[in-house]
């Protein structure tokens, strides 16, 4: 499974942008996504998780009500909506695959793709 994250950008605070994910092969359907975010010098944290059929969603505290997590699985492709950004939102951003909407460790996910930056200047 190959997963490419696009969508990021440099955006000013208040803005919005969304990122996409989109997976290669026939497994998409299989698994959970989720969305991580690496800001400099920092760790990998879970942002958004969303079960194997969209039904499930979870968040981090730091974006829940300002960011929403959705797929389309005939597109074998997850969506990362962010409205209200804040500087601190500023990372690099990570899509993954694996087991749960609530699996928010970076061990337990199964798959990953590269990062895509997001930039909130002030």
């Known amino acids: 499974v190959q997963l490419q994250a696009s969508g990021g950008g440099l955006v000013q605070a208040g803005g919005s942008l969304r990122l996409s994910c989109a997976s290669s092969g026939r497994t998409f359907g299989n698994y959970a996504a989720a969305w991580f975010r690496q800001a400099p010098g920092k760790e990998r944290d879970f942002v958004a998780g969303?079960?194997?059929?969209?039904?499930?969603?979870n968040y981090a505290d730091s974006v829940k009500g300002r960011f929403t997590i959705s797929r389309d699985n005939a597109k074998s492709t997850v969506y990362l909506q962010m409205n209200s950004l804040k500087p601190e939102d500023t990372a690099d951003y990570y899509c993954a695959l694996g087991p749960s909407a609530f699996t928010r460790s970076v061990d337990g996910m199964a798959y990953w793709g590269k990062g895509t930056l997001v930039t909130v200047s002030s």
């Open positions: 969303i079960s194997r059929s969209g039904s499930t969603q």
